[in-house]
């Protein structure tokens, strides 16, 4: 307010003469469109303020405000936007005002209710126009109009200006809002910040038109700036604006700090089927699996978590996407200590079992349901799933099993049908084998075969060592690794299954050739007791002659099959330590029922004599002269290890009646001569532990006669015509042992039968 010093009195009134105030001035020169004088009037006054060393009143601050927003809003109603946005930061103008007229960017910010303060002499020179690109328009129609032709809205020269202007004004709303936000900062740091609600909505204005800024005009680096620093963004808001401008690493950004889960993943499911792209995100897949796991391991984990990570890992076993990944997510996500199902926890890799199915015979409702959802997304995935279910989660479930089972001989068939190559490799191996060890055979028969101590690889070491490394390979193995280890699926149905199979197969196939997976049908004989068959099927099919010995002097204890096993458990271990990818299998003991384990196996020297008999029956199938007598020599050779090796189980006499008379004796000379060796030497043996023993009843007697003599005793001898008494006078002569056995004077100390040798 102006003070008078002077007064002017008249006959009529008073009069006073004031000078002319800031505000008075300021609004003349507007009026004038002076508006360069009337930036200097209001920077003059600024200046008197901050370096004038007087004390500024309230109104005197607010004053100057009010004058620094009439000159900003003039400018913008003349479209001088870089020095209205100058002049209205100056002046203090509430942001929310400055962003109101720009709609497109102002979105639903501002809603019906929103209020802001401001000058009431300011609201009325506000621009009447409800937008920039209105203002812009209604400028040009005053300066150019009615010059150009058809019209200003219509001429490519002012056309190309109205863009150039509209571009001004969002560069003077970026930075205008960008030295609000640096106001806030210092203010915070000053201690000086506010964080009431409407502050709050100014804040919130803000830092949303300026991610909308950014993501327009692709200042990637403003954005993530803004992003990792404290910020009030509305994110419903610049949702559609980032996917519009393609800052979806942006968005990731936005959702994963505000806890989105599931817009978050969605986005990250777009990028990973390619339908949106972005360079600051290279491994989308990397990115999600690390979320889902770090949500799944957080110590506030929830029921919720753990369906959002098996729903989206579930969505990664697609065959399209990255199924490893995903199945590796649903692992950690079921066998997570953070669990509360009631289920025990999933025992260490290193200690993993198939226990007896007797105690927990149901498979978890979850397993079951998370099981068919992989089998209807990807067949391949459940198949290592149930792996997953019975080598670390120790399944014990039936039904589990048997579809495992099954899995893996369609697996295999589905590698031999599919291609050619894989069947050719197996039938070459499998001949090599066969070959190898017959040609071995032949070559030692001419030698010495009862001196022969080379013994052939069983066929699965063969085949594990010299295959190349192949999914099929790996498949093959640890189908046969399962088929051995496990006794909780239905042996007859898996055999028929792989008969059947075969069949169609050979059907298809030109010429006349062994079944392929005969290792594994003897493996399914052993299951179901068919001694026979098992060692027909290792020595006529596979030619695997240590197998069927190791299998005919397998443990005879109480177990599934008597303990007897095709692959047993030292070599199951080898070979899951030496093939890569089947590690999980080295530790895996095997399973069997209850029943199976109270069963009582065949001796081993019946098996032996059974074994013993088909070695003998390999020539009755050759027709031709010259192939019978390879394959007698072949006999000969495989009679005489069995009989060197295991001939300790052997009768002598049961050998020589099984054999042909036409064979020479010197492929008996070593079994009959360690035969009689091992027939003398128990002999010997008994007649040695005999006389031990009599000699050790002689010095028992020779110790206890002197205490029995001392004692008392009566010796009852026999008399001449003892026939001829009568009943009665025998009854009379009857000695009372108790009383002739008790002496007259009974010592009070005990009596050493065994007296120390040393005190003698």
């Keep these: 307010m102006s003070r008078s010093l002077l007064l002017l009195l008249g006959r009529h009134s008073v009069q006073s003469l004031v000078p002319a105030t800031l505000i008075s001035q300021v609004e003349s020169l507007l009026e004038s469109h002076r508006i360069p004088h009337a930036v200097d ?43 209205a946005g ?40 506000m621009p009447p126009e409800s937008s920039v690109e209105e203002i812009i328009a209604a400028n040009l129609v005053r300066n150019y109009s009615p010059h150009l032709s058809p019209n200003t809205r219509e001429a490519p020269s002012t056309s190309e200006l109205r863009k150039i202007l509209l571009i001004a004004a969002e560069d003077m709303l970026e930075a205008y809002l960008r030295k609000c936000r640096t106001r806030r900062v210092l203010e915070n740091q000053s201690g000086g910040g506010s964080t009431s609600p409407n502050r709050q909505d100014e804040y919130a204005v803000v830092d949303t038109v300026l991610v909308k800024l950014f993501a327009r005009s692709e200042k990637t680096k403003d954005l993530y700036a803004l992003l990792q620093e404290p910020h009030y963004i509305v994110l419903p808001e610049v949702e559609t604006m980032l996917v519009e401008n393609g800052q979806y690493n942006a968005l990731c950004e936005l959702h994963q700090q505000m806890g989105n889960h599931d817009n978050l993943l969605e986005i990250w499911a777009k990028l990973i089927d390619g339908e949106w792209s972005d360079e600051d995100i290279s491994d989308p897949v990397g990115a999600m699996v690390v979320y889902l796991h770090n949500l799944n391991e957080r110590p506030d984990k929830s029921a919720t978590y753990t ?21 590796k997510l649903l692992i950690s996500s079921r066998s997570s200590p953070a669990r509360t199902s009631g289920r025990r926890p999933a025992r260490h890799q290193n200690n993993k079992s198939i226990s007896n199915p007797d105690s927990d015979a149901n498979l978890d409702a979850e397993d079951k349901k998370l099981l068919f959802g992989i089998r209807e997304i990807n067949p391949t995935a459940a198949l290592q799933y149930l792996e997953y279910l019975i080598l670390q989660r120790g399944s014990k ?43 071995s055979s032949s070559s030692s028969s001419s030698t010495s075969p009862a001196t022969t101590t080379s013994t052939p690889l069983p066929f699965i070491s063969y085949f594990a060592f010299t295959t190349p490394d192949s999914p099929s390979k790996r498949a093959r193995l640890k189908t046969l690794l399962f088929l051995q280890v496990s006794g909780l699926y239905d042996v007859s149905v898996i055999k028929e299954r792989i008969l059947s199979a075969s069949d169609e197969h050979s059907k298809t196939a030109k010429g006349k ?38 299998y005919c002097t397998g443990n005879n204890r109480p177990g599934s099959n008597g303990g007897r096993q095709v692959i047993p458990t030292r070599l199951c271990r080898s070979i899951a330590e030496n093939t890569e990818g089947l590690s999980n299998w080295k530790s895996v003991v095997t399973a069997t029922t209850k029943e199976a384990s109270e069963e009582k196996g065949v001796a081993n020297g019946t098996l032996l004599r059974m074994l013993l008999e088909v070695y003998m029956s390999i020539g009755d199938a050759e ?7 390879d394959q007698e020599q072949v006999q000969q050779v495989q009679v005489a290890r069995l009989l060197n090796s295991q001939g300790v189980h052997l ?21 009959i001569t360690r035969s009689c060796r091992r027939t003398l030497h128990t002999s010997h043996e008994g007649q040695i532990l005999k006389m031990v023993s009599l000699g050790e009843n002689w010095d028992v007697k020779e110790r206890t006669w002197s205490v029995l003599r001392e004692e008392g005793f009566v010796v009852e001898e026999a008399t001449d015509g003892g026939d001829d008494y009568k009943g009665e006078e025998v009854e009379n002569i009857v000695l009372n042992e108790k009383i002739a056995l008790s002496p007259s004077d009974p010592s009070p100390w005990p009596v050493d039968v065994f007296p120390d040798p040393k005190e003698a």
């Design 623 to 629: 027709k031709q002269p010259s192939s019978r007598i």
């Design 651 to 671: 009768d002598v006499r049961d050998v020589i009646q099984t054999l042909p008379s036409s064979w020479p004796l010197h492929l008996l000379s070593s079994f």
């Design 397 to 439: 479930a039936r039904d589990i099993h048997m579809e495992y089972a099954t899995a893996c001989i369609d697996e295999l068939m589905g590698y031999l049908q599919g291609e050619e190559g894989i069947e050719k490799l197996w039938r070459a191996k499998a001949s090599s084998y066969f070959s190898s060890s017959s040609s």
């Design 513 to 550: 050739h062994k079944p392929l997976l005969s290792l594994e049908l003897a493996v399914l004989e052993s299951k179901l007791g068919n001694h026979r068959a098992v060692l027909e099927c290792l020595v006529r099919e596979v030619g695997d002659g240590v197998s069927a010995e190791a």
């Design 41 to 83: 009037l209001a920077d003059q006054e600024r200046r008197r303020q901050l370096y004038g060393g007087v004390n500024i009143d309230e109104a005197e601050a607010d004053q100057l405000q009010y004058v620094y927003q009439r000159i900003g809003f003039q400018c913008f109603k003349e479209t001088l936007f870089e020095d």
């Design 86 to 125: 100058k002049h209205l930061f100056e002046g203090g103008l509430d942001p929310r005002v400055l962003v109101s007229y720009f709609p497109n960017l102002r979105g639903e910010l501002n809603g019906v209710d929103n209020t802001v303060d401001m000058f009431g002499g300011v609201a009325e020179h």
């Design 307 to 327: 369906q959002l990570t098996q729903k989206w890992a579930l969505w990664l076993m697609h065959e399209k996407r990255v199924p490893k990944e995903g199945l």
